[in-house]
């Protein structure tokens, strides 16, 4: 019946991209890891549980699940059968089956890299468990580069895509060799950010070439328009701006971006901040327009790739916030990044961070020296504790150029680089 149909198993397998054989699959592997040989979960069964039809699994099936997920089976939807039925005391927390299952590091923001062991022991097959365990790295990843910045990522993202690479060969369908090779790409790009975000582009451009002939092989836009995405936002880090629009038009032409509203507006928001520094004003104002409209339209409520989930109003204000200023509308700039500010969640320190740099720039070009001062230094009370990036500090000194010309004394000047000297050397 449809009012029993189990929606937290069918939200978990849609938010990981799992079919019901894969999710069995999965199953019986982790029932192998903890029983000796796999389990024979089928894909009907997985079917039955979603619809409802069987709302308790056998007790191997249960525990496996919670290997699986991570989550605890009733926090799955299933519902014990009578009330005096109390579910088994496993000997472990179902985290602690799933790292040792999966082989994940689970690691700290402070980590400079998530390990993933190549050689660590797995099941033989390779399959959805794989593709999960990776999965999770990988949002592991883009956790501490939301909330520290991407310092040591590069190896951690190139070690996780060899592994995907290595597993492919031994995927046990088509399918799962797709999604490895897309975890690859997704992988490498990581990597390729990692050097963006450091403000050394000399080794990013190669591996986003290396991302976008693996998302190639895996068949996957969403892991291409990701490509070109970094791709034109390196153009734009070396001033090639004519490549940058391409790129963010060919990110707009990929098939996830003509039916995602979502990937539509970022793709239009990256080419107008690519119009605007090649001096088209017009141009880029008319792109934030499309960015936003098409914005409009998108279900936010959608789980989303883990590389997209910046994404929504918060970065459309903050690049709103870069377009306006470059094109001469630094009291709009202003306007649009205090947007920014109240929208990003608190788990984005380095974006909050960038965002109250486009703002202290915003205000300096009004003329608002002692503001524009008093708010940059408090970029460095944001990341206290993390180092600044090569593009953060390339801002900041963005600002300080900009200060010395504009400020009406050259001591103000001096007092802000006196000011923030230590702070800057301790990143």
């Known amino acids: 019946?449809?009012?029993?149909?189990?929606?937290?198993?069918?939200?978990?397998?849609?938010?990981?991209?799992?079919?019901?054989g894969e999710l069995a699959d999965a199953?019986?592997?982790?029932?192998?890891?903890?029983?000796?040989?796999?389990?024979?979960?089928?894909?009907?069964t997985v079917f039955r549980w979603l619809s409802g039809e069987n709302r308790w699994p056998q007790a191997r099936q249960r525990r496996a699940l919670e290997i699986v997920t991570g989550l605890p089976i009733l926090a799955l939807g299933f519902v014990p059968r009578g009330k005096s039925t109390s579910e088994?005391?496993?000997?472990?927390?179902?985290?602690?089956?799933?790292?040792?299952?999966?082989g994940a590091a689970a690691g700290t923001a402070a980590a400079a890299a998530i390990p993933i062991s190549p050689t660590a022991a797995r099941p033989t097959r390779v399959g959805t468990s794989d593709v999960i365990r990776l999965r999770d790295a990988v949002e592991t990843l883009v956790a501490q580069d939301a909330e520290r910045g991407g310092h040591g990522l590069e190896r951690a993202a190139l070690d996780g895509a060899a592994e995907a690479l290595g597993l492919q060969r031994r995927a046990t369908t088509q399918r799962i060799r797709h999604r490895l090779f897309a975890l690859a790409s997704d992988f490498t790009a990581t990597a390729a950010w990692s050097l963006i975000d450091a403000g050394r582009p000399e080794g990013a451009g190669r591996h986003l070439d290396r991302a976008l002939m693996l998302a190639g092989l895996a068949q996957d836009s969403e892991m291409?328009?990701?490509?070109?995405?970094?791709?034109?936002?390196?153009?734009?880090?070396?001033?090639?701006?004519?490549?940058?629009?391409?790129?963010?038009?060919?990110?707009?032409?990929?098939?996830?971006?003509?039916?995602?509203?979502?990937?539509?507006?970022?793709?239009?928001?990256?080419?107008?901040?690519?119009?605007?520094?090649?001096?088209?004003?017009?141009?880029?104002?008319?792109?934030?327009?499309?960015?936003?409209?098409?914005?409009?339209?998108?279900?936010?409520?959608?789980?989303?790739?883990?590389?997209?989930?910046?994404?929504?109003?918060?970065?459309?204000?903050?690049?709103?916030?870069?377009?306006?200023?470059?094109?001469?509308?630094p009291a709009e700039a202003e306007a649009?990044?205090?947007?920014?500010?109240?929208?990003?969640?608190?788990?984005?320190?380095?974006?909050?961070?960038?965002?109250?740099?486009?703002?202290a720039l915003a205000q300096l070009h009004q003329g608002d020296?002692?503001?524009?001062?008093?708010?940059?230094?408090?970029?460095?009370?944001?990341?206290?504790?993390?180092?600044?990036?090569?593009?953060?500090?390339?801002?900041?000194?963005?600002?300080?150029?900009?200060?010395?010309?504009?400020?009406?004394?050259?001591?103000?000047?001096?007092?802000?680089?006196?000011?923030?000297?230590?702070?800057?050397?301790?990143?």
């Not at 927390?93 to 799933?98: A, E, L, T």
């Not at 205090?338 to 380095?350: G, K, N, Q, S, V």
């Not at 390339?394 to 600002?399: I, T, V």
């Open 27 to 44: 199953v019986n592997d982790a029932i192998g890891s903890f029983a000796g040989r796999p389990g024979a979960t089928s894909e009907r």
């Open 1 to 20: 019946m449809a009012e029993n149909r189990n929606e937290p198993l069918a939200a978990w397998m849609s938010e990981h991209e799992t079919s019901a």
């Open 224 to 329: 291409a328009m990701q490509v070109w995405n970094l791709r034109a936002m390196l153009a734009r880090q070396r001033k090639e701006y004519a490549e940058a629009i391409a790129s963010a038009q060919a990110a707009h032409a990929t098939a996830i971006a003509r039916r995602s509203p979502l990937h539509a507006s970022l793709a239009h928001a990256r080419t107008a901040v690519a119009f605007a520094h090649s001096g088209d004003a017009r141009t880029a104002i008319s792109y934030l327009g499309r960015a936003e409209d098409a914005l409009s339209k998108a279900d936010l409520a959608q789980p989303q790739a883990t590389w997209i989930a910046f994404y929504g109003p918060a970065e459309l204000h903050s690049l709103t916030a870069i377009v306006r200023d470059v094109v001469g509308q």
């Open 369 to 427: 020296v002692e503001q524009a001062c008093d708010t940059s230094g408090t970029v460095f009370t944001i990341m206290e504790g993390a180092p600044l990036r090569g593009r953060m500090r390339q801002l900041l000194g963005d600002f300080q150029r900009d200060l010395i010309a504009r400020a009406p004394s050259a001591s103000i000047a001096h007092e802000w680089t006196d000011r923030y000297r230590t702070e800057w050397s301790k990143s």
């Open 88 to 102: 088994p005391v496993l000997p472990e927390d179902p985290d602690v089956h799933r790292r040792r299952f999966f």
């Open 336 to 359: 649009a990044s205090h947007r920014a500010l109240a929208a990003l969640p608190e788990a984005y320190r380095r974006n909050r961070a960038h965002t109250t740099a486009r703002l």
